[in-house]
Each structure stands twice: as structure tokens, then as C-alpha cells.
């Protein structure tokens, strides 16, 4: 089933991102634990860039709101950007001393990964409401929130306006919940933002423990159709609910439900998966496709991204993706 989304035609960006530019070191010793880790390579990163980069690799006109630090790494970041066919207007440049996050991986096993954060004085942080441009978003059909935005002043601020600019001129909002909780100074105020900023969006996109954490404040644990039920109650048309290697279930405000399963990979990472998966979900949701096929495109995406060392550099070309589903070994969950 096709679920209409109402995405406008004449406009010329099909996805602005907004939210966390962030610099990925990913190691090159796999199989070896951080302690002994002797070098990285460098890759833009980020779950809003990944996702918009995902969606441009794929053909999507993109654009990013976000703010990068004055340095070689903020560079680094806008130059890749670009390189992806992006939009870069909406990315502005810090002029307080700010740096980029930076995230470092570990790989002691295709099951056994981790990532390691350095997020104190980071230039995604400090984007200001006076840096989200109405007009810029009035360019864009949709727009993809994600939930690290939101756990400090003034991003959180900028984000909600982002989002009320989105409601005023019928973009459809995409909110990957993207929670990392060493970000956030408690759990209670992670679940009221979220909570917040979620009723204000159509396609809500997390893990199921990502929702157990907004459902903090409930008395009983809700099932995965509970869970989508609370959003259709506000804004949200679909609602997908991910269970790792047991696959993902999405839900549709008409009642449907839909489970898609994976495919057979060699895994190199755990990382990017999530990422990868809401990029090609978007694209097809985008292009008018059914609720399963939009899975099964975002289940190959993570497939892929999984076998491969990065997470922004990895994400497939249509080509690719269109190769691998007709090729590649399903497995039901």
C-alpha cells in the first residue's frame, strides 16, 4: 500500500537535513580492541549527514541546515558535501572557538563494535534560531530532524524552529531519533524534548529501545502497535519500529502494518546501518513507492553499508541497490 505523504512538486530541494555535522575515525585495525588501535581513517559523519548523503547518492536533491567548526575539519566536512551534489547554504560557519564532534570507532568483531565520542564544545551544538532560514525551507518537500540536535541550547531551539517553518509551508518531516545519551545531562529531559518534538512530525524512525526511552514516563511498556498509536493521535502518518537483526515493522495511521525482513551480508560494522536504512527508506517513500518496497530498498541499504568501512562513503548508488536486491539472499525474521 501506498501511503500519501503529500510531498509538494514544485519546489527544488526534495530533503533538507538538519542537525549534526560530525567527523567519523574509523579504524583501520579490525578485529582489535580501541587500547591497541594505532590508526583511523577520516570520513564525514553524523546520522542527519549520513542520511541526506544516502539520499543524494541515490539522487535526491539535498540540502543541509547545520553549523561546522572554522577549521580544517569544518572544511573537510562542506567540501564532501558539495563533492555529493548537496546544497550547502544552510551551513554556516562557527566563529567561537568551536570544533567538530569526532567519532572513533572500534571493530573487535563484525558483532562486537563500539564508538567512542568527543562532543564538548562541538559547532553543531551552537547553530542559532537566527541561522534557520524560512525561505531555505520553503525551498525543500521534506525535512529530516534527528534527535542529538535537540539535547542542548541553542540547536534545540533551532531545530523547533526549523520544524514550526516545516508545518507553516507543508513539508512533510522526516525524525530519525538517533539517540546517544552520553549527549544528554539526564534521561527525563532526552524523553521530554523527543516526546516534544515528535508530535510535530509524519514519519517517526527509531529502535525499539529508542522508544522505550520517549515511553520513560508511561506506567505500562507499550507493544510496537501501541507505540505507532500514540503518534497518529498527533502528526505521524508512519511509524517504523526497528529490532536489529529481527528486522523492522512499520505502521501506518490507516492501520496497516508491514515487516520487513534482511539481507544475508558479510558484516564488517554494526554502525551505519540505521542511516543507511532511512535514507533508501526515504528515497522510495519520496518516489511514491509501497510501504514493503521502501523497506526492502532501506534493508539493503543497511545490508550494504554493514560490509563496507565507512558510513557517509559507503551509502550505495541506485545502481547498486537495484543489483543487490535482485541478487542478494533475504532472510525472514
Known sequence: MVVNLNFKTDRPLDLIAVGRLAVDLNTEQINCPMEETRSFTKYVGGSPANIAIGAAQLGLKCGFIGKVSDDQMGRFIVR??????????????????????????????????????????????????SEVSEDYIKKTRALLISGTALAASPSREAVFLALEYARKHDAVVFFDLDYRPYTWTSDKETAIYYNLAAEKCDVIIGTREEFDM??????????????????????????????????????????????????????????????????????GLMNGWEISRAMEYGSASAAIVISRHSCSEAMPTKAELDKFVKTAERIDT
Not at 98 to 111: D, H, M
Not at 219 to 247: L, P, Y
Open 214 to 283: 520517549m515511553e520513560q514516563f508511561e506506567k505500562e511498556k507499550k507493544t510496537d502497535r501501541e507505540t505507532a498509536g500514540k503518534w497518529f493521535g498527533h502528526h505521524a502518518e508512519i511509524v517504523v519500529i526497528k529490532h536489529g537483526s529481527k528486522g523492522s515493522i512499520t505502521y501506518t495511521k490507516d492501520g496497516h502494518s508491514y515487516t520487513g525482513g534482511i539481507f544475508r551480508t558479510k558484516v564488517l560494522k554494526t554502525f551505519g546501518a540505521g542511516d543507511s536504512y532511512a535514507s533508501a527508506f526515504i528515497y
Open 80 to 129: 564532501f558535501l558539495e563533492e555529493k551534489k548537496m546544497d550547502t547554504s544552510g551551513v554556516v560557519v562557527d566563529k567561537t572557538g568551536a570544533v567538530t564532534g569526532l567519532a572513533f570507532t572500534e571493530i573487535k568483531s563484525p558483532n562486537d563494535c563500539s564508538i567512542l565520542m568527543y562532543r564538548d564544545n562541538v559547532a553543531d551544538l551552537k547553530l542559532e534560531t
